[in-house]
């Protein structure tokens, strides 16, 4: 059972990297209706904070991640000491 679930979600992840592959080639090459070089369908403000908003939230969150991880390692190696 856990070798067939195991396998199962192995090649369900294989063809949900593979259509995004795909699709990231299909809109850099303009080959996919929308495309890197389609018109500008939305306003200026709200399109920045689509496109800069996750990238905000993956920056914080590593930060905050990173300066717990260092403050861990300090104290485990200066207990230690």
Do not use: K, W
């Not at 920045?48 to 996750?54: E, F, S």
């Amino acid at each position: 059972m856990q070798r067939t679930l195991t396998l199962l979600y192995g090649t369900v992840m294989y063809l949900a990297f593979s259509v995004a592959c795909m699709s990231f080639i299909g809109f850099v090459g303009n080959l996919t209706p929308v495309a890197i070089d389609s018109r500008l369908q939305e306003p200026l403000g709200p399109a920045l904070l689509v496109n800069h908003g996750p990238v905000a939230m993956f920056a914080l969150q590593h930060t905050i991640m990173a300066q717990t991880l260092q403050a861990l390692c300090h104290a485990v190696y200066l207990a230690g000491v």
